[in-house]
């Protein structure tokens, strides 16, 4: 607290005999009463004067919850609970603008994150700032490399680029695990049409398997080139003469002759 006398005495704060300035300061942590002695120097006459300082209690802040850990686009939201009288704080200003005594935010980055509030109590004008502090979880993040087939083939996926060796992996709704490739049979039943081929469809769910299991969910499909359609003419020969074959259904494609009976 700061006091401050006229210009045209001298003052003893401390009642000690020692006359100083108009101005005096006091760091109080209860309430107080402090007695100035005033001098007049052209006529040596003093005056004395008391005054009570009181001490205001400021408010007091807690949050529920009194910490969070949260996925990577999630929101957190916190309350802040204070105390009655004056250690009650009625007006809330929040690091992202609210001013109630909750509020719901959504960060942006990941790692520790901190929201401010300062609650004021309107009687007495005291404040007091407080942190809520809290943890981010960054989601897993990878690509897949995805090798078609054509039906009745193999579809392969695997894992090209994982920011981390320590995720697992649930293919197509399936257990938890560290393997990072998937092999299935493209057939009629798990691909579906698209155009002039089929589509194999695929889910690969990715988590952290430390702390806060973070999922991430990719989705994807692979080409499934259907089988060619092959006709072959020229089967009917004379005995003891060649036969004479040819082949159509593959508008760009080889072909491989070979003799069955071999």
Known sequence: VELEGSDAYKYD???????????????????TTITVVAKDENTNCESSLSTTVRVNTVP????????????EGEQVTVRALTGTGLAAAQNWLWSDGSTTDAT???????????????GTN???????????????VEKPVITIKETAACLNGNIKLEVDYA??????????????????????????GNTVPSADIRKYEYTVKVRNKSGLGCD?????SVDVYPLPVLTITGEDVCDGSYADLRA????NGTYNWYDASD
């Open 60 to 71: 007091t802040i807690s949050f529920v919850p009194a910490t969070a850990t949260i996925c």
């Open 163 to 188: 920011k981390s060796d320590n995720y697992e992996y649930s293919w197509n709704g399936g257990a938890w695990t560290d393997v990072k490739s998937f092999t299935a049979k493209a057939d009629m």
């Open 248 to 251: 159509s259904g593959v508008a």
């Open 13 to 31: 704060w401390n009642n000690d005999g020692s006359y100083e300035g108009k101005h005096n300061s006091y760091k109080i942590t209860q309430d």
């Open 104 to 118: 719901t935010y959504t960060p942006v980055m990941t790692g520790e994150n901190k929201l401010s509030v300062r």
């Open 216 to 220: 991430n969910v990719l989705t994807g």
């Open 122 to 136: 309107t009687g007495s004008g005291c404040y007091t700032d407080a942190e809520f502090v809290f943890n981010v």
